[in-house]
Each structure stands twice: as structure tokens, then as C-alpha cells.
């Protein structure tokens, strides 16, 4: 009587502790090979090492390939490398970003950053003196009305172009998508050149969310239709068997079945102008302290109490400048995690 061994089950796709090892010996010596280079020739700095290492690095991985592999494995190793190494510079930038704001910033970060105005100070005082109270309460106050007055505009425009599809909607459809290009001074300086000049004739709050709108409802009509092109089409057509006119399918299935995806479109779109300063600029007059009123004087923001901080050119005003970056910086990372969550499979079921 034989017995017969069932071997193990095998993953070949996983690196073996030798192909580890070499990995680790490739990066070292990809290291001491920059390392030299650097030292004897004339390149110099931090872009030098980065890419004189990348080079290193994919030439040596290739070339061990194709002694071990061949070369069909040493193309899919430089490959690779040069995948992996385009990633690690499209996060460099924001990985130094990062670090440069929460590291200057974090300085003139104090309780009373949040709870005081600039109205009794100026931003060459000591940094115990003032704080951001007007800048935050002016830019939410900003993106509330922006909120107001876009998101109808923009999810009736994704409806349109989704849902009716009428004569208009390859026109419309062009027209949302060059909006989504136009700079935010373009639409500052138009509501400054068609509205606060010739209408209003003084700063406030609503002037800057006119721009804000313009610039925010592309974001969500683009968003919007893409979310309701998700919807399937035996929703509606189960809703219209039932007796259900167009706009009653719309509004109890469709725009239902959409509701996270359409709340996204909106936390992406707060995403999109919480950080513009081009028409904050030009139409709010940047207050130093709290304006309940949006629709008459000055209102303060971020943006612009960043600005002027940069401007002032003092330690104490960079410092300012620095802490309100990190706080806008913070706000905009919120937005865009609460759009991840509410976008997520199981918040959408």
C-alpha cells in the first residue's frame, strides 16, 4: 500500500525571501552608485539624487531580470520600475507640501486662533493678538451660498442632459465642459465688471459667491451626470410600466437611487472653490472682522487673510499666513474625506 503526498499549494506570484533579498541588495547598491555620482560630478541637490537613484535603480533591476530571466523579464522589471518610480514622483510634490505646511503652520496654531478676529490687530502683532474667527466664518459663510445657489443649478443641468436629452443637450454639454477650464479671475472679474460695478457698487460676501458659483457648477453638473448615467435604465422603465409620469420616475426613483453619488457631486464642488482666491480678491474687500450680513460690507476668508499675511512681510505675519494655510489646507482634506466616505459602496447601499 502507497501513500501517495499531497504537495503543499504554491503561490508563484509571490516574492520568495531570495527575490526579497535581492531586491534589498539592488536598492542598496542603486543607492551607493548615486551616492558616488553625486559626489564626483558636477550634479548637485536634491533633484540629482532622486533621479540619478532612479536611474540606478531601474537599470539595475532590468539587468538582473535579464540575467536571471531573460529579456521579456527584464522589460517587465524596467517597466515596472519606471511605473513605481513616476508614482513616487507624483507624490513627492505633495508628500513636500504637506510637510512644509504642517510644519510652518503649526506654529501659529493657539486656542485663540479660533475664537478672535484681526479687528483689534494687525498682522505685525505678536501672534497671541488677533485670530481667524472672521476668515473661517467668511469662507463658509462664501460656500454656503455658492452651495445654495449652484447645486440646483448644476444637478437640474445633469438631470437635463440625462433624463430629457433634448435638442440643447450637445450645446449644454459643450458649454459645462469649457466652464470647467475658465480661471477664476475670468469669473471674478465678470460679476466685478457686469454685477458689483454697474448693480451693486459696494463689497460683500454674495459678490464673491457669484464667482464661486460659476466656478462650482461645472463641478457638479459633470459629477451629477455621470452619477445618474450610473442609475440602470430599468429604474425608469419600471417607473413609467407603473403609470409614473417622466418627472415623477425622476424624482421618486431616480434622483433617490443617485442620493450619494449627488451628495458627493456637492462635497466636490466645496472641494473645488474653498481654496480660490482670484475673486475673493477682486469682490469680497477682505473685512478684518466678523460680517454677519454677507450681502452688505466687507466679509473676511481664508484666502484673503493669507494674502494679506504674506503681504504684511513680517515674521509675525508669515507666521499668520502659515497657520491660516494649514487651516484652510485641513478644511479642504475634510471635504474631499467626507466625499471618499459618502461615496463609498456601503454608505451608498
Same mark, same amino acid.
Do not use: C
Given at each position: 500500500?502507497?501513500?501517495?503526498?499531497?504537495?503543499?499549494?504554491? $503561490?508563484?506570484?509571490?516574492?520568495?525571501?531570495?527575490? @526579497?533579498?535581492?531586491?534589498?541588495?539592488?536598492?542598496?547598491?542603486?543607492?551607493?552608485?548615486?551616492?558616488?555620482?553625486? +559626489?564626483?560630478?558636477?550634479?548637485?541637490?536634491?533633484?540629482?539624487?532622486? &533621479? =540619478?537613484?532612479?536611474?540606478?535603480?531601474?537599470?539595475?533591476?532590468?539587468?538582473?531580470?535579464?540575467?536571471?530571466?531573460?529579456?521579456?523579464?527584464?522589460?517587465?522589471?524596467? =517597466?515596472?520600475?519606471?511605473?513605481?518610480?513616476?508614482?513616487? *514622483?507624483?507624490?513627492?510634490?505633495?508628500?513636500?507640501?504637506?510637510?512644509?505646511?504642517?510644519?510652518?503652520?503649526?506654529?501659529?496654531?493657539?486656542?485663540?486662533?479660533?475664537?478672535?478676529?484681526?479687528?483689534?490687530?494687525?498682522?505685525?502683532?505678536?501672534?497671541?493678538?488677533?485670530?481667524?474667527?472672521?476668515?473661517?466664518?467668511?469662507?463658509?459663510?462664501?460656500?454656503?451660498?455658492?452651495?445654495?445657489?449652484?447645486?440646483?443649478?448644476?444637478?437640474?443641468?445633469?438631470?437635463?442632459?440625462?433624463?430629457?436629452?433634448? $435638442?440643447?443637450?450637445?450645446?449644454? $454639454?459643450?458649454?459645462?465642459?469649457?466652464?470647467?477650464?475658465?480661471?477664476?479671475?475670468?469669473?471674478?472679474?465678470?460679476?466685478?465688471?457686469?454685477?458689483?460695478?454697474?448693480?451693486?457698487?459696494?463689497?460683500?460676501?454674495?459678490?464673491?459667491?457669484?464667482?464661486?458659483?460659476?466656478?462650482?457648477?461645472?463641478?457638479?453638473?459633470?459629477?451629477?451626470?455621470?452619477?445618474?448615467?450610473?442609475?440602470?435604465?430599468?429604474? @425608469?422603465?419600471?417607473?413609467?410600466?407603473?403609470?409614473?409620469?417622466?418627472? @415623477?420616475?425622476?424624482?421618486?426613483? *431616480?434622483?433617490? +437611487?443617485? @442620493?450619494?453619488?449627488? *451628495?458627493?457631486?456637492?462635497?466636490?464642488?466645496?472641494?473645488?472653490? +474653498?481654496?480660490?482666491?482670484?475673486?475673493?480678491?477682486?469682490?469680497?474687500?477682505?473685512?478684518?472682522?466678523?460680517?454677519?450680513?454677507?450681502?452688505?460690507?466687507?466679509?473676511?476668508?481664508?484666502?484673503?487673510?493669507?494674502?494679506?499675511?504674506?503681504?504684511?512681510?513680517?515674521?509675525?505675519?508669515?507666521?499668520?499666513?502659515?497657520?491660516?494655510?494649514?487651516?484652510?489646507?485641513?478644511?479642504?482634506?475634510? &471635504?474631499?474625506?467626507?466625499?471618499?466616505?459618502?461615496?463609498?459602496?456601503?454608505?451608498?447601499?
Amino acid at each position: 500500500m502507497t501513500t501517495s503526498v499531497i504537495p503543499a499549494p504554491t $503561490r508563484p506570484w509571490v516574492a520568495s525571501t531570495k527575490d @526579497r533579498l535581492f531586491d534589498i541588495g539592488i536598492f542598496a547598491l542603486a543607492l551607493v552608485v548615486d551616492l558616488l555620482l553625486v +559626489a564626483v560630478t558636477p550634479m548637485k541637490g536634491k533633484l540629482a539624487y532622486v &533621479f =540619478v537613484f532612479a536611474i540606478a535603480y531601474v537599470t539595475l533591476s532590468a539587468l538582473r531580470q535579464f540575467i536571471v530571466r531573460g529579456s521579456a523579464s527584464a522589460k517587465d522589471a524596467f =517597466v515596472s520600475s519606471l511605473v513605481a518610480f513616476g508614482a513616487f *514622483v507624483t507624490l513627492l510634490p505633495i508628500l513636500s507640501i504637506f510637510v512644509t505646511v504642517i510644519e510652518k503652520g503649526s506654529k501659529g496654531i493657539h486656542l485663540g486662533l479660533f475664537t478672535h478676529d484681526m479687528s483689534m490687530a494687525t498682522p505685525t502683532d505678536p501672534l497671541s493678538n488677533g485670530g481667524l474667527l472672521h476668515a473661517i466664518t467668511g469662507t463658509l459663510t462664501l460656500v454656503a451660498l455658492a452651495l445654495i445657489m449652484s447645486v440646483p443649478i448644476g444637478i437640474l443641468t445633469a438631470l437635463y442632459l440625462t433624463e430629457i436629452q433634448g $435638442r440643447f443637450t450637445r450645446p449644454i $454639454r459643450f458649454l459645462v465642459q469649457a466652464m470647467s477650464g475658465v480661471p477664476s479671475i475670468v469669473a471674478g472679474l465678470f460679476i466685478l465688471s457686469a454685477v458689483l460695478y454697474p448693480i451693486a457698487k459696494n463689497y460683500s460676501g454674495f459678490m464673491g459667491s457669484l464667482a464661486l458659483t460659476i466656478l462650482m457648477i461645472p463641478t457638479i453638473a459633470r459629477t451629477s451626470e455621470e452619477v445618474l448615467r450610473l442609475i440602470p435604465n430599468d429604474l @425608469r422603465e419600471a417607473g413609467t410600466a407603473l403609470g409614473g409620469t417622466q418627472w @415623477r420616475t425622476v424624482a421618486m426613483i *431616480v434622483l433617490p +437611487a443617485a @442620493r450619494s453619488g449627488l *451628495v458627493t457631486a456637492m462635497i466636490l464642488g466645496v472641494a473645488r472653490i +474653498a481654496g480660490e482666491t482670484a475673486p475673493i480678491l477682486l469682490l469680497t474687500g477682505g473685512g478684518d472682522k466678523v460680517n454677519g450680513n454677507a450681502f452688505n460690507g466687507p466679509i473676511g476668508s481664508l484666502p484673503y487673510y493669507i494674502w494679506k499675511s504674506f503681504n504684511a512681510g513680517s515674521p509675525e505675519s508669515i507666521t499668520r499666513a502659515w497657520a491660516g494655510l494649514l487651516v484652510l489646507l485641513i478644511l479642504v482634506l475634510v &471635504f474631499f474625506t467626507i466625499a471618499r466616505f459618502l461615496g463609498s459602496r456601503k454608505v451608498a447601499k
